[in-house]
């Protein structure tokens, strides 16, 4: 078998005194021409092992490997990595053509290797009409697009894109996010792609990297992340509003066995979970917001009061409280109900995920 | 009967908290706002929505006189402040550049319009405590921004503004400057915060998901203008044309040329093919028919076999988008785009022929040149 493009072992990264772990103990390895988004919230360390793969940073221990061999130590400019920002590094003196051979110009290529990767890579970004324009005349989307074709024309092993679409507008951004994935399908580049934005992650990774407080939460196919969180953080994290999360416990009344979060009881049809658990034992449900529907006070699992009703154009989400128990449901526009009404929600039980109320862990069902 | 015991809102009898009357500014040559007007009911959450340069934060800026307008009035609970200095006006305003004292630590941030004004200690602290669990920031009180997130620093900024208790909030996009996630969360507790405390916000945003998410009522602006004022609802079903269909809703509205055929069974001829029994859009268009724009949401469209289609196209992207996908197809009429299930999203690969149907509902038509909305 091959050796990875890019392995991260046992990768730590210390702050200060020792007293901010920014990133602690992750393991990842990704396949030459894969893309994989590191996704989290700010602080959760994504940043920093960005940096260290760049070189920005020293690892406080671990290692990371391209091809094999370990980069610990070697100088930012021979890593053979490319970076992009999301604050375009164009120079907006140069013209565009300038931009994009910057790279080669300094590593002191000849004249005619430099016009033709140029021109390839002008050709791919579909920008060969441009390059004679002042990159100063450009607008977001296109200087963010010189940015990329600047670091694309050194032909790097791994292309690092932190945030590179946030300062775009959302127009802006879906046609980029297009273009990303025709160059990922038309030149097999390896890709770590930074952001904050699930819906970015989801559009052009093929795995997801979640990180949370310097720690790896889980690592998964994109397909597969959204359906399948092994962890409550990723599960509380991903979706949009994210999973519905319900601590409580699991609790037996006679042959009947249930989740209970004080006066909520909810009936679980028999599966290894529920058998397995012991009464009073901390449990937390999942319920997928998409899952709820609204229903009649006497078949609803809750019924509460609407709070909030945030339409979004076909749907609106909505809040409903009980006591102290607050979800979200996404229902059709069509039928949304009143802000301030009396409402119930059901869902089909076979949707729940349950997850452990000491680990966080995915419970397997 | 049910009584209702709701508290009464009456509009008519009550003056506005804000109105605002043929309000118009210009830098310059360049006219920023023209003939504006609208009204901002008391305890509402009214947003103004449109992209850079539409004329959103010279509004605001108007309405809180840190600019004078060339012409009209800024009408507040029914008294004229057109004249008055900013500071006179009783109204709080939040940008999204916040400048927090930097040497003072979140509590004190918060506390400042509060300490400033002599109010009692007691008093203060509760505030605080009220504002500071609603805004999820109870943990960086005692720290000093330097140490607080970008989130928590914005969370800080909205609690000091929020503290005090104006006729009028003004927010120019408060929430811009955060997290995906974190700005999603937030405008749900915006919009409870706005509704608990009985206040009138006016915020303005480009952003039309978080203004169709939180307001009672949308001004949207194009140029200096305004070009409709709905509810968020309507604003997504019912746009005036065709800019502001396109603005609002993601994936975009599909736009496509199209011919009204009365004659021919009422057909309706788009992206190459010629489909009847659409039948509440036949009834609202123009009698004589002739050459429109169709205005088709994603939602509407919906993949068939290509034995039971009446469009034929091939994939041309494929972009997941969690539980949903987003398919684009082409044909050699038209690009199309659809929201699908993302696990039947997974069968197709770009190049594939698939079979596509138009789902009588909520179709739009506009006139092929001005834009307007004609059915």
């Known amino acids: ?365 | 009967m049910e009584l209702d015991l709701k508290p009464l809102r009456i509009g008519s009898i009550f003056p506005a908290a804000l109105e605002v009357c043929g309000l118009s500014k210009a830098f310059g040559k360049n006219a920023a706002l023209n003939d504006i007007g609208f009204t901002v009911p008391e305890g509402s959450l009214t947003v103004l929505l449109g992209s850079a340069g539409a004329g959103k934060t010279t509004t605001l800026r108007l309405i809180a006189g840190l600019d004078r307008p060339d012409s009209g009035r800024v009408v507040m609970r029914g008294c004229d402040v057109t004249a008055l200095e900013p500071k006179d006006r009783d109204i709080a305003m939040i940008f999204d550049n916040l400048a927090l004292y930097p040497d003072k630590t979140g509590f004190a941030n918060i506390a400042s319009p509060l300490s400033i004004r002599g109010a009692e200690k007691s008093d203060i602290e509760n505030r605080v405590a009220q504002i500071s669990s609603t805004l999820r920031i109870a943990h960086v009180l005692n720290r000093l921004p330097k140490t607080m997130s970008g989130g928590e620093r914005q969370r800080v900024a909205l609690g000091r503004a929020l503290i005090r208790k104006p006729g009028l909030f003004l927010l120019d996009e408060p929430l811009s400057s955060l997290d995906a996630m974190l700005r999603i969360e937030l405008r749900a507790e915006l919009k409870r915060l706005q509704r608990d405390l009985g206040a009138t916000f006016l915020l303005a945003t480009p952003d039309f998901s978080e203004a169709l998410a939180v307001a009672d009522s949308v001004i949207m602006l194009r140029g200096g203008r305004i070009v409709q004022v709905a509810t968020a609802q309507s604003l997504y079903d019912d746009p005036v044309d065709r800019e502001a269909a396109r603005f609002v809703g993601s994936p975009e509205i599909n736009l496509l040329k199209a011919v009204y055929e009365p004659a021919n069974q009422g057909t309706i001829r788009v992206a190459g093919a010629s489909i009847a029994g659409l039948t509440r859009l036949q009834k609202s268009l123009p009698k004589g028919g002739g050459p429109f724009e169709i205005g088709i949401r994603p939602e509407q469209l919906k993949l068939s076999p290509l034995e039971a289609a009446a469009i034929q196209a091939r994939v041309f992207d494929v972009e997941p988008l969690g539980l949903k996908s987003m398919l684009t197809v082409k044909n050699e009429e038209a690009e199309m785009r659809l929201v699908i299930d993302a696990d039947s999203a997974r069968g197709h690969v770009v190049g594939d022929a698939v079979g596509i149907n138009v789902i009588d509902g909520n179709l739009l038509a506009f006139d092929t040149v001005s834009g307007i909305r004609i059915a």
Do not use: W
Request: proline letters at 5%; a neutral charge; aromatic letters at 4%.
């Open chain 1, 1 to 365: 078998m091959s050796v990875p493009k890019l392995e991260i072992i046992n990768l730590r990264k210390v702050f200060g005194n020792g007293s901010v772990v920014a990133v602690d103990g992750i393991d990842f390895a990704i396949e030459a021409g894969e893309t994989v988004a590191l996704l989290g919230p700010s602080g959760c360390g994504k940043s920093t092992t960005l940096n260290m793969i760049v070189g920005l940073e020293d690892p406080t221990s671990g290692d990371i490997r391209i091809d094999g061999r370990s980069i610990v130590g070697v100088p930012p400019g021979k890593r053979n990595v490319g970076l992009v920002f999301q604050d375009y590094a164009v120079f907006t003196h140069m013209t565009v053509f300038e931009n994009l051979a910057f790279g080669l110009v300094i590593r002191g290529r000849a004249k005619g290797e430099i016009t033709r990767a140029v021109h390839d890579v002008a050709e791919l970004l579909g920008m060969q009409k441009s390059l004679k324009l002042p990159a100063a005349e450009l607008g977001g989307s296109e200087l963010q697009r010189v940015a990329i074709g600047r670091t694309l024309v050194t032909k790097p092993a791994i292309l690092l894109l932190d945030e590179p679409l946030s300062n775009l507008e959302a127009s802006a951004r879906l046609a980029m996010r297009r273009e990303l994935r025709r160059l990922q399908s038309e030149i097999g580049l390896t890709i770590i792609y930074v952001t904050h934005d699930q819906i970015e992650a989801l559009s052009l990774a093929d795995r997801i990297a979640v990180m949370n407080a310097g720690k790896l939460q889980q690592i998964e196919r994109t397909s597969v992340i959204c359906e399948k969180p092994d962890h409550v953080f990723v599960a509380g994290f991903m979706g949009s509003p994210p999973m519905n999360l319900l601590r409580g416990e699991i609790a037996r009344d006679g042959a009947i066995t249930g989740f209970r979060r004080e006066d909520l009881f909810i009936q679980l049809p028999p599966s290894e979970i529920v058998s397995s658990g012991r009464a009073g034992q901390p449990i937390i449900l999942g319920v997928r917001p998409e899952s709820l529907r609204l229903a009649l006070a006497d078949e609803s699992m809750i019924f509460g009061k609407v709070t909030i009703v945030e339409p979004r154009g076909p749907e609106a989400v909505v809040t409903v409280e009980a006591g102290a128990i607050s979800l979200k449901a996404v229902v059709l526009a069509s039928g949304r109900p009143q802000e301030g009404s009396n409402v119930g929600l059901v869902a089909d039980p076979s949707s729940f995920v349950f997850f452990s109320g000491e680990t966080g862990r995915r419970l397997a069902s």
